[in-house]
């Protein structure tokens, strides 16, 4: 911008900043959000407004799957090395490697406010399906979950719209087995902007226990448990908290974006 306009840098950022009192932010990808999924979002938003209005969101527990990689997670924004040359920078800080189909695994986890489950590793090779999506999580961790923890008292499963979960037998077996849960068509779609481990654990995940490539598959897995073990409770019991303000801003939003 300083060279199409004619003026040094400096003279731009001081313009920029002092009297246009401009600041500078960088460019998000975000989830294509149409008029319909706005639509749904706002809506179904609204009846989890009404239905958790009595700080009942503290009993749901709250899942999500995200695939790791033993690559170095980086940030072309904010990732910067100080150096008065580009030829001063050694190799091994200046380019990150990346391979077509690095070695990665998909992970599951659960948080409630006052507790988390164990991060649960998908085998290689495994696709989730409906079925091993109940054989994996479902009847070991979410059932034995919701007896150990709550016993008799009400809690709800919480589970996105992927495939795995919305199946007709997974929703069967939800009814039949779980005292409660969002079905298929309550979760707002499109919206990790929700979800504690989308908008919360995830960052934390990438930045702390992918700061570095991993030499293989189990180095990857170590990391990522210790990391998990490592984020306060209280982080997540503050992203849950945060739930029902969030779904109003979706409400004032229009559907539209709130990060």
Request: charged share 30%; glycine share 2%; net charge positive.
């Amino acid at each position: 911008m300083s060279a199409e306009m004619k003026i040094s840098r400096s003279s731009l950022d001081r313009v920029v900043k002092e009297e246009l009192m401009l600041s500078s932010f960088k460019r998000r990808k975000v989830h294509h959000l149409n008029a319909s999924i706005r639509k749904k979002r706002v809506d179904r938003s609204r009846v989890l407004k009404t239905r958790y209005a009595n700080r009942t969101h503290e009993n749901v527990l709250f899942t999500d799957e995200k695939i790791f990689t033993i690559e170095e997670a980086t940030n072309s924004q904010n990732d910067r090395i100080l150096a008065r040359t580009s030829s001063d920078i050694p190799e091994d800080l200046w380019f990150v490697d990346r391979n077509h189909h690095p070695t990665s695994v998909m992970v599951w986890a659960g948080v409630l406010r006052n507790r988390r489950t164990k991060l649960i590793f998908v085998p290689p090779g495994v696709k989730i399906s409906a079925e091993t999506y109940r054989e994996l999580i479902l009847e070991p961790i979410v059932k034995k979950c919701g007896q150990k923890l709550f016993r008799n008292r009400p809690w709800t499963f919480q589970q996105d719209g992927a495939p795995a979960h919305t199946a007709n037998v997974t929703q069967a077996w939800l009814r039949r087995e779980i005292p409660d849960f969002w079905a298929k068509d309550e979760w707002p779609p499109s919206s990790p902007d929700l979800n504690p481990l989308d908008f919360c654990a995830r960052g934390i995940l990438e930045r702390n226990a992918c700061a570095k490539a991993h030499t293989s598959l189990e180095a990857l897995k170590l990391s990522l448990k210790r990391e998990w073990d490592k984020i306060p409770q209280e982080v997540f019991r503050n992203a849950i908290d945060s739930f029902p303000s969030r779904l109003n801003r979706v409400i004032s939003a229009k559907g539209g974006y709130i990060e």
